[in-house]
């Protein structure tokens, strides 16, 4: 897979190839997240868990329903969420970049979202990959 000038360096980041070899790079921090956001491509999707305290995982190209529900599993199991309580499912929306926003009073890693859809991912498939 060839990886563009924005992702050249993904293994500074959270980072796995999905099945069909689609590259996901997650922030381990809001300072990273805010790298990983600036780097997301209009059409590219984004994932974050509902709650607090998760990276922003961003799918490099065209993402299907399978590469989508990978990274959704690979953005809960990085999540504070699933650090802390281990619940049974956590949902994860995911958006396009364009549709994301921030304003100047938002700290760090922080964003806004205009529109968005949502995924439950299992407790199950989180272990799997642990």
């Known amino acids: ?6 992702s050249y360096q993904y293994k500074r ?7 069909s070899g689609k590259l996901v790079i997650g922030g381990k921090n809001a300072e990273q997240n805010e790298q990983v956001i600036k ?8 994932l974050h868990t509902k709650t607090a305290g ?7 190209g065209k993402a299907d329903k399978r ?5 959704a599993v ?12 281990k619940k049974k499912n956590i949902e994860v929306h995911y958006f396009k970049g364009k549709d994301i ?15 968005f859809k949502a995924i439950k991912v299992n407790k199950e498939d989180i272990e799997k990959i642990e």
């Open 1 to 6: 897979m060839k990886l563009n000038n924005a």
């Open 13 to 19: 980041f959270r980072w796995f190839f999905t099945s």
């Open 39 to 46: 780097q997301t491509k209009p059409k590219e999707i984004v």
């Open 54 to 60: 998760s990276p922003f995982c961003n799918i490099k």
């Open 67 to 71: 590469d989508i529900k990978e990274g």
């Open 74 to 85: 690979f953005c809960a199991k990085y999540s504070r969420e699933w650090k802390k309580a």
């Open 101 to 115: 926003f921030k304003k100047e009073d938002m700290k760090t890693g922080t964003f806004g979202v205009k529109k």
